[in-house]
Structure formats: C-alpha cells, structure tokens
C-alpha cells in the first residue's frame, strides 16, 4: 500500500517558521515527483511547491517564493517544505502528493498526482 504522511504544521506566529515533512511507506519516491499543495477554508486548492524526481526542477506559486524551499532526502524517502516568514495568508491544509515518472520538469497542476496524503494543518496567527 502506498501511504504518505505529512507532519510537522501547528500554529506559528506571522514571520515564523514551519518544516513540512512528507514520508513515504510502501514505495520508493525516487521515481516520484513530490507537490506540495494547500487549501484554506472556502478556497480552492492551490499548488505552492514542486520539485521532480531528480531533483532538478522545483517550481514555486508566486505567493511563496523566496520564502519557502521544497526539497527531498533519498535516503529518508521523505520530502520537505520549509517555509520562512509565514503570513496569516498561508494558513490551510497542506497536502503532499507524488506524481509516478521521471519528468524533466515538475508542475503544479493537482490533476498529474495520484497519491495524496492526509494534510497537515498550518495556522499562522499572532
């Protein structure tokens, strides 16, 4: 069975740091690329962060660059947000999904990843 699990949201105040964990059990995500997405309440899901199964593409939403950083540890099997200087706006349910493929480039369209995990709550509030 092929599981991910997200870890690591709670509640941080505005200009805080978060490190979202994605842990994979029951397959090996080297041949996956890994999608971050969030939605907040009364929103649509958004794409925030991507990067390939090498590695060598990542992707940002423009709301999120330059403050948070995808990456991913083979030998963990797990991949990672890090997400600095957080605002109110970022508060939502983040998810991690894997795309299955060895794609040049990584995209952040919902539609292209088959497995999900369950979320994690991310609530930035002073």
């Known amino acids: 069975q092929l599981v991910l699990v997200e870890s690591g949201g709670g509640l941080v105040q505005p200009g805080g740091s978060l490190r979202l964990s994605c842990a994979a059990s029951g397959f090996t995500l080297d041949y996956y690329a890994i999608g971050w997405f969030r939605q907040a309440p009364g929103k649509e899901r958004e794409g925030v962060s991507c990067i390939s199964s090498n590695g060598g593409s990542r992707n940002y939403a423009d709301s999120v660059k330059g403050r948070f950083t995808i990456s991913r540890d083979y030998a963990k099997n797990t991949a990672y947000l890090q997400m600095n200087s957080l605002k109110p706006e970022d508060t939502a349910v983040y998810y991690c999904?894997?795309?299955?493929?060895?794609?040049?480039?990584?995209?952040?369209?919902?539609?292209?990843?088959?497995?999900w995990g369950q979320g994690t709550q991310v609530t930035v509030s002073s």
């Open positions: 999904a894997a795309r299955a493929g060895r794609f040049r480039q990584c995209v952040l369209n919902a539609d292209d990843y088959g497995y």
